[in-house]
């Protein structure tokens, strides 16, 4: 029903940056919170910026100061500035919406994942 499309991963060095982007498509009537979340090898995901439906943000206290979410509302899409990368921000990089249904009801969706490696 719902796609969530991720685009903008990569190999980028220390210090450096990147930005992600996620589209969602399909039967949507409206994203009631849309998101990053991250999983680094042997770690568990976790949340690292998301909006709410009334524009509230909130932001992983790692990342603070150094990356932003933004998002398109007219495309339903998110992104993510990802400055002053370290070498511990590497992980694989997932899209999360809970999105309303033109059909009604709430689902909650995951992207692919897209790999953000941050190495010298």
């Known amino acids: 029903q719902v796609q969530l499309v991720e685009s903008g991963g990569g190999l980028v060095q220390p210090g450096g940056s990147l930005r992600l982007s996620c589209a969602a498509f399909g039967s949507i009537f409206s994203i009631v919170r849309m998101g990053w979340y991250r999983q680094a090898p042997g770690k568990q995901r976790e949340l690292v910026a998301a909006f709410t439906s009334d524009g509230v943000t909130s932001y992983a206290d790692s990342v603070k100061g150094r990356f932003t979410i933004s998002r398109d509302n007219a495309k339903n899409t998110v992104y993510l500035q990802m400055n002053s990368l370290k070498v511990e921000d590497t992980a694989v990089y997932y899209c999360?919406?809970?999105?309303?249904?033109?059909?009604?009801?709430?689902?909650?969706?995951w992207g692919q994942g897209t790999q953000v490696t941050v190495s010298s």
């Open positions: 999360n919406a809970d999105v309303l249904l033109s059909a009604g009801g709430i689902r909650n969706y």
